[in-house]
């Protein structure tokens, strides 16, 4: 399995608060990306990374900011956390056109 | 803009049966086509990459096919057991590494 680590597993959070979640690799591929997954609407892509301080938004990206200060670590921020962003959260990596995922996290906003 | 698609949505045969899920996406300017498997409450598990120069590949009881001309791919799988009971995604891969997913087919096999 390729070493990537999702933090926190599971969340809780209030309405308007900022949450940040964590996507860390191990295997020095370029491209990473964070994906919300929710019934009816199947995986969505909110933004991804193809390199350091390199990201570009998805098609989900409102509410939502990355960063990325290393190759191995990439950061998604609620800026102020809402109920429609209650889901599971899913990072993936990507090398050599092949992608894997991370275990998610699922974030409830209350 | 891609746009990926799955039938059936949900799928429930006999153990022991072989079977066919199919994947169809709009853009066949694609590099590679993954089909991953997720159980319930779990991440994704790749199951298996084509290579757009590729037609099939092979892992076990699964073979996965591609025809890029057509948009189609289509994944079998042969004798059918319980624990194969999953849900299965295919992603089209294309420029910036950019994964397109489809919405998946619920698999249940009967014992």
């Known amino acids: 399995d390729a070493g990537i680590t999702q933090s926190p597993r599971h969340k809780v959070t209030e309405t308007g608060t900022p949450v940040t979640l964590r996507c860390h690799q191990t295997?020095?591929?370029?491209?990473m990306y964070w994906y919300r997954q929710d019934p009816g609407h199947g995986l969505r892509l909110i933004h991804y990374s193809y390199g350091v301080k390199d990201t570009d938004k998805g098609e989900v990206s409102d509410g939502y900011s990355v960063s990325r200060s290393k190759t191995e670590d990439f950061l998604l921020t609620l800026e102020s956390a809402t109920s429609s962003q209650t889901s599971v959260y899913f990072c993936?990596?990507?090398?050599?056109?092949?992608?894997?995922f991370g275990q998610g996290t699922r974030l409830t906003v209350v | 803009k891609q746009e990926v698609t799955q039938i059936p949505a949900a799928l429930s045969v006999p153990e022991g049966e072989n079977l066919v899920l199919n994947c169809s996406f709009t853009d066949s300017a694609i590099y590679n086509l993954q089909w991953f498997r997720q159980d319930p409450g779990k991440g994704l598990t790749s199951l298996l990459l084509?290579?757009?120069?590729?037609r099939e590949q092979t892992s076990g009881r699964l073979n996965a096919s591609l025809d890029k001309s057509s948009g189609r791919s289509t994944l079998y799988i042969a004798a059918s057991q319980p624990g194969d009971s999953a849900t299965y995604l295919c992603a089209t891969i294309q420029g910036a590494q950019k994964l397109v997913f489809g919405q998946g087919t619920r698999l249940t096999i009967n014992p």
């Open positions: 084509i290579q757009s120069s590729q």
């Open positions: 295997e020095n591929h370029r491209y």
């Open positions: 993936a990596i990507s090398g050599d056109g092949k992608a894997f």
